[in-house]
């Protein structure tokens, strides 16, 4: 690997660890609090320690964390990630801030399709992945379905139980969670 | 299923990564290759048979042979 693929490669592991800090941190944020300030302040720090860990990736972590994506590979996940999390924000917050039905109907729409295009990008470039980092999406896909599936479905009987204080946001971090948690157990074990 | 995917590498100086790029697949995959940890596909096996100028069950061969 030349010098320009590893700081290719060091960029892609701060960007990339940025905007999942990012999503996180207001994530969790928003789940502590109604301030919208808190979960700016979230999102900030979240982007702040994913940058650091990223940062950090390449040169301290196990070996087996490493996963070389193509540039071209990389570079289109960060775009079309960034694209989501540009329109996912303001699209909370005109909800928060008591904007417009028009404006909130509008951001909203233009969230999900971000969304959708978002997916059949993640679907494309999985399709292009070479066997196995193929298979190790696929597997981590796999664990955190059914990891996500299993604690939702925990969390929902527990609330008949006790009330528990419900957001729709808690699913996505949960899922996000089940992810990672199951791209780690992979890589660990194709290492 | 064993390979001699290492032996070959190492006789030609090459690394993983240097190898992955001629071939087309990532470090990762050499590596998981080379450990035994993951099969390659046919086309990927026959592309290193080639490679290495050897037929694919020179360069991978079976645990339990019929």
């Known amino acids: 690997m030349d010098s320009s693929d590893t700081n290719y490669q060091a960029r892609a592991n701060i960007g990339v660890g940025a905007s999942l800090g990012a999503v996180i941190g207001a994530l969790i944020a928003e789940l502590l609090s109604d301030s919208s300030l808190v979960v700016i302040l979230g999102a900030v720090l979240g982007a702040g320690l994913g940058a650091a860990v990223g940062s950090r990736l390449r040169s301290q972590a196990p070996q087996f964390?490493?996963?070389?994506?193509?540039?071209?590979?990389?570079?289109?996940?960060?775009?079309?990630?960034?694209?989501?999390?540009?329109?996912?924000?303001?699209?909370i917050y005109s909800i928060k801030a008591g904007a417009t039905l028009?404006?909130?109907?509008?951001?909203?729409?233009?969230?999900?399709?971000?969304?959708?295009?978002?997916?059949?990008?993640?679907?494309?470039?999985?399709?292009?992945?070479?066997?196995?980092?193929?298979?190790?999406?696929?597997?981590?896909?796999?664990?955190?379905?059914?990891?996500?599936?299993?604690?939702?479905?925990?969390?929902?009987?527990?609330?008949?139980?006790?009330?528990?204080?419900?957001?729709?946001?808690?699913?996505?971090?949960?899922?996000?969670?089940?992810?990672?948690?199951?791209r780690l157990v992979v890589a660990w074990r194709y290492r | 299923m064993r390979n001699k995917l290492k032996v070959l590498r190492a006789e030609r100086n090459w690394s993983q990564?240097?190898?992955?790029?001629?071939?087309?697949?990532?470090?990762?995959?050499?590596?998981?290759?080379?450990?035994?940890?993951h099969h390659p596909s046919l086309p990927l096996a026959y592309k290193l048979a080639d490679l290495f100028k050897l037929q694919v069950e020179e360069m991978f061969l079976r645990d339990d042979p019929p």
Do not use: C, H
């Open chain 1, 65 to 91: 964390l490493w996963i070389e994506y193509p540039r071209e590979v990389g570079r289109r996940l960060i775009l079309s990630v960034s694209a989501f999390l540009a329109l996912f924000i303001p699209s």
């Open chain 1, 102 to 182: 028009a404006l909130q109907i509008l951001l909203l729409s233009a969230t999900s399709i971000s969304g959708l295009v978002l997916i059949l990008i993640i679907g494309t470039i999985i399709s292009q992945l070479d066997d196995l980092l193929r298979k190790i999406q696929l597997e981590a896909i796999a664990i955190g379905f059914g990891l996500s599936a299993f604690i939702v479905l925990t969390l929902g009987l527990l609330g008949l139980a006790i009330p528990i204080r419900s957001n729709p946001l808690l699913t996505f971090i949960i899922m996000l969670a089940s992810w990672l948690l199951g």
């Open chain 2, 17 to 37: 990564a240097e190898l992955g790029k001629l071939v087309g697949v990532s470090r990762q995959a050499i590596n998981a290759i080379e450990k035994g940890k």
